[in-house]
């Protein structure tokens, strides 16, 4: 069982940066892709951005410029670097993980329990 945790997140003045982090914890797996996705209240999960195990990385038009993915440690850690934030990124922040258990190729899809960003003065 893949379980991810994720931590970083906080109370940040508009203009700041916070960096988000994610590691996933299990025996036996592989993970194709670890997305973040971002919600606010009465609004629907968002995605923000995605890694893929070879370092692909893709973000959404509103934070391009001003987040970053990156992973490390073999791939079971990620990151979102956010910079430059404003208000409206103010929401709960969740890593998804996609992948298999190994060697019997399960697939799974699993998330994190998110972690609070807040942007405000």
């Known amino acids: 069982q893949v379980q991810l945790v994720e931590s970083g997140g906080g109370l940040v003045q508009p203009g700041g940066s916070l960096r988000l982090s994610c590691v996933a914890s299990g025996k036996n797996f592989h993970i194709n892709i670890m997305n973040w996705y971002r919600q606010t209240p009465g609004k629907q999960r968002e995605l923000v951005g995605l890694?893929?195990?070879?370092?692909?990385?893709s973000l959404v038009d509103s934070v391009k410029g001003r987040f970053t993915i990156s992973r490390a440690n073999a791939n079971n850690t990620v990151y979102l670097q956010m910079n430059n934030l404003n208000p409206e990124d103010t929401a709960v922040y969740y890593c998804?993980?996609?992948?298999?258990?190994?060697?019997?190729?399960?697939?799974?899809?699993?998330w994190g329990p998110g972690t609070q960003v807040t942007v405000d003065r």
């Open positions: 890694i893929s195990s070879i370092g692909i990385t």
């Open positions: 998804n993980a996609i992948g298999q258990s190994l060697p019997t190729r399960a697939s799974f899809n699993t």
